[in-house]
C-alpha cells in the first residue's frame, strides 16, 4: 500500500506503508493540517510529534509543511519504513524508537501533539497520560485520532472540542487562553 503527501515540500510524492500500519485517510489529513495553518504562530516553524509513527502519513506530512518532527514508533519494522521514507523524501525528521507511553516525559515539549493509537488502545487512559505529562507545550494543541464510537472526556485545564470525519474523530485540546481552532477547519494555506 502507498499514500501522498498532500503538501508541502514533498507534494504528491509517494510513502511506502508498512503492513503494521493503519494510515490516516486523505480527508482527516488535510483536515487536520488545514485546521494547524489557521493556528499557526507566525514566524517560526512549529515542534510537533507524532506519538504512534506508524506509516509516516501525518509526521512525514507535518515534516513536508515545515514542522520540526519527532516521531515515536515501537514497531521495528516501521521504524525502518519511516526512516526510509523520510531519506527518500529528503525530509528531516528525529525518530524515536519506542513505547510513546513510556517515553512521554523524556520527549521535551510540542506545540502540536498528535496521537492515533492502535484502536485496541486504552485511548482515554493515554490522552490523560499525555495531558498530564508536560510534553504539550504553552499554547499547543493535543490532537487525538479515535474511533467515532469512542467520546474522549474533558480534562481538567483543558478545552475539548470533537470533529468527526466518517467512521474516525478527531478531539483536540488546547488551554482555554489559546488561541481556539478555526471553526470550520477549511483554511487551505499551509505552513512553510
Known amino acids: 500500500m502507498s499514500l501522498r503527501i498532500l503538501g508541502g515540500t514533498a507534494k504528491g510524492r509517494s510513502l511506502?506503508?508498512?503492513d503494521s500500519a493503519r494510515p490516516s485517510g486523505a480527508r482527516v489529513r488535510k483536515s487536520l493540517f488545514d485546521l494547524l495553518a489557521a493556528?499557526?504562530?507566525a514566524g517560526r516553524y512549529p515542534e510537533f510529534i507524532d506519538l504512534h509513527g506508524g506509516s509516516g502519513a501525518i509526521g512525514l506530512e507535518a515534516a513536508s509543511r515545515g514542522y520540526r518532527v519527532t516521531l515515536v514508533e515501537k514497531d521495528a519494522r516501521a521504524v525502518r519504513?519511516?526512516?526510509t521514507n523520510a531519506r527518500a523524501l529528503d525530509l528531516r525528521v528525529r525518530i524515536v524508537k519506542g513505547d510513546a507511553g513510556a517515553l512521554l516525559k523524556r520527549l521535551g515539549q510540542f506545540d502540536v501533539v498528535f496521537s492515533d493509537p492502535p484502536y485496541e488502545a486504552d485511548i482515554p487512559k493515554l490522552t490523560a497520560q499525555i495531558l498530564a505529562s508536560g510534553v504539550l507545550?504553552?499554547?499547543g494543541l493535543l490532537v487525538c485520532q479515535h474511533p467515532d464510537r469512542l467520546h474522549l472526556p474533558?480534562?481538567?485545564g483543558f478545552t475539548r472540542e470533537e470533529r468527526e470525519y466518517g467512521s474516525n474523530t478527531l478531539t483536540l485540546y488546547?488551554?482555554?487562553d489559546a488561541p481556539?481552532?478555526?471553526a470550520d477547519g477549511d483554511d487551505d494555506s499551509e505552513i512553510g
Open 16 to 18: 511506502q506503508v508498512p
Open 39 to 41: 493556528r499557526a504562530p
Open 81 to 83: 519504513a519511516l526512516e
Open 137 to 139: 507545550a504553552p499554547g
Open 154 to 156: 474533558e480534562h481538567a
Open 174 to 176: 488546547w488551554h482555554p
Open 180 to 182: 481556539e481552532p478555526d
